[in-house]
């Protein structure tokens, strides 16, 4: 949702406005997280507007959408912004992924009518995903705080920032103003497609203790195995599953669990 990004960001000062929302009773502050009041604010926030629109929304695409439709739909808008993969394939010097990619781009362009189709994977050219904020790790660039961005939802400073640069890599910034109802038709339909597959998430977040506790530590697993591709150093491994270990402690003290029979897993042992 790249094109979303400089509005959404533009809201983030009304909502540091906003009531600051209490921290669980007893939880320590994750480092990692040193604005935790506030995003478990724009959290909720984000949370009240999917459940009133985007989900409800996505529910009905899903009843009356034939599957073959929705999978062309979800085909077509990955292959219309695929050169936002390409070009952070360059920016970080990865040239024969940015070869791969680039003949997955034409050949799903055109064999694959203009991407309904998928022949690429196929034909063993498999889909990648590459951002600014990827691009940014690959040189070094820390993530910084996490910080959940209204409307869009789980980023942190280095990610957020870099979707005002993925935006000009971003082929619908280029339709003319004359053509803006295409321009917006299509924004509307990824916005229904991506909440379409996130669905068969919704079930995990409802049944956890503390959903964003869990959807912040998939974000910064997830982004920091896509950022060093997925050849994470031992030590921050051990970073990861430590602070996981801590979260997990914290919410079984927090739920009540008799420690006899509800253990957080054993800490990871430095080697």
Known sequence: MQKTACASLLAIA??????????????KRDPRDPWER??????????????????????????????????????????????????????QLKFKPFAQDTGRFLMNTLVGIGGLFDPATQAGLPKNEEDLGQTFGYWGVKPGPYFVIPILGPSDVRDGLAKFGDAYMNPLTYVHS??????????????????????PQDKILEEAYDPYTLLKNAYLQRREYQVTDGKMSDKAREQQEQQQYDEEKKILEESGADESSAQPQTPPQPK
């Not at 009304?14 to 939880?27: D, E, K, N, R, V």
């Not at 996505?58 to 695929?82: C, E, H, W």
């Not at 053509?179 to 379409?196: A, K, P, Q």
């Open 38 to 91: 506030m995003n478990r604010t724009t959290f909720k926030v984000n949370t009240a507007l999917d459940h009133a629109i985007a989900r409800p929304v996505a529910r009905t695409y899903q009843k009356i959408t034939p599957r073959p439709i929705r999978t062309g739909v979800s085909n077509f808008m990955d292959n219309l912004f695929y050169p936002v993969t390409m070009g952070n394939d360059l920016l």
């Open 14 to 27: 009304c909502l540091t406005q906003i009531g600051c929302a209490s921290l669980p009773a007893g939880a």
């Open 178 to 199: 004359d053509y803006n109802y295409i321009r917006y038709s299509l924004i509307g339909v990824e916005l229904i497609d991506v909440r379409y597959r996130l669905l």
